[in-house]
């Protein structure tokens, strides 16, 4: 789960919490454009950018009918943070517009009553040895 609070470390790896309980399915997107780029975390930007425009939205919330710059005209130090978190949302939006390698990730929610799949079960089991055999042979 990507949250806004959770950064990742700038050249990886890149770190996500899969849930609980097996309640989740976990989707992973990579978009590989150049070998030798950087990975682009689009799931933390796209998480951040919502976090701080619902705390701009909450502070609309005390007057929906007057602008922020008036409703907050006594309080300096809430207009700087919310110039500031305006700010974010730019440069963020921009790094997501950039044609770069990606990634998202996001966690699919499963019904409680889901049954069991015997070939599911199978596929996630050769998935698995794949992966243990990969780590083996490094």
Request: negative net charge.
């Amino acid at each position: 789960m990507t949250r806004p609070m959770m950064n990742q470390e700038e050249n990886g790896p890149l770190v996500f919490s899969t849930g609980r309980e097996g309640r989740y399915l976990n989707q992973v997107d990579v978009s590989l454009i150049d070998e030798s780029g950087r990975m682009v975390n689009r799931s933390y930007y796209e998480a951040k950018i919502n976090y701080l425009t619902k705390r701009i939205d909450r502070y609309q919330d005390k007057d929906p009918t007057m602008p922020l710059k008036e409703l907050y005209a006594d309080s300096p130090s809430i207009l700087m943070n919310i110039e500031s978190n305006r700010e974010s949302i730019k440069q963020m939006e921009e790094i997501l517009s950039l044609e770069t390698n990606s990634i998202s990730f996001q966690n699919v929610a499963m019904e409680s009553k889901i049954k069991d799949d015997p070939e599911m079960l199978k596929h996630v089991n050769q998935a698995l040895k794949k992966c243990e055999d990969l780590m083996v042979s490094q």
